[in-house]
């Protein structure tokens, strides 16, 4: 089998490979805090199942999921950006972020 070339100084383009650009998001949204996630991979296209209510399909260049039953698609060139827009939507405070289910823990302690 041949191998192609790919000339010196052509940009790589992770976005053209889904399982490329699947596994860049994966990265994003770690980052963001979604760190229990699974990735998949098929013949030209890639999915990610991020949350129980949550999966992004990879294909044709764009990342697609489903918020409040509309689907929404970003561009798979910006693993980043799709990232940011599924943290907006999903993230949940964590306990310590949400000031009612956060404990009063006094910072002065009576010791005897």
């Known amino acids: 089998m041949p191998v192609l070339s790919v000339p010196t100084g052509m940009p790589y383009l992770p976005w053209r490979d889904p399982c490329e650009a699947t596994r860049l998001l994966r990265y994003a949204l770690h980052r963001q805090g979604f760190?229990?996630?699974?990735?998949?991979?098929?013949?030209?296209?890639?999915?990610?199942?991020?949350?129980?209510?949550?999966?992004?399909?990879?294909?044709?260049?764009?990342?697609?999921?489903?918020?409040?039953?509309?689907?929404?698609?970003?561009?798979?060139?910006?693993?980043?950006?799709?990232?940011?827009?599924?943290?907006?939507?999903?993230?949940?405070p964590a306990p310590e972020d949400d000031p009612e289910t956060t404990a009063f823990i006094p910072t002065d302690s009576l010791r005897e």
């Open 35 to 92: 760190t229990h996630t699974y990735q998949s991979n098929g013949t030209g296209m890639s999915v990610l199942s991020v949350l129980t209510d949550l999966t992004v399909w990879c294909k044709n260049g764009l990342f697609v999921w489903h918020e409040d039953g509309h689907e929404v698609s970003h561009p798979a060139d910006d693993p980043v950006g799709a990232a940011r827009l599924i943290s907006r939507h999903y993230r949940r």
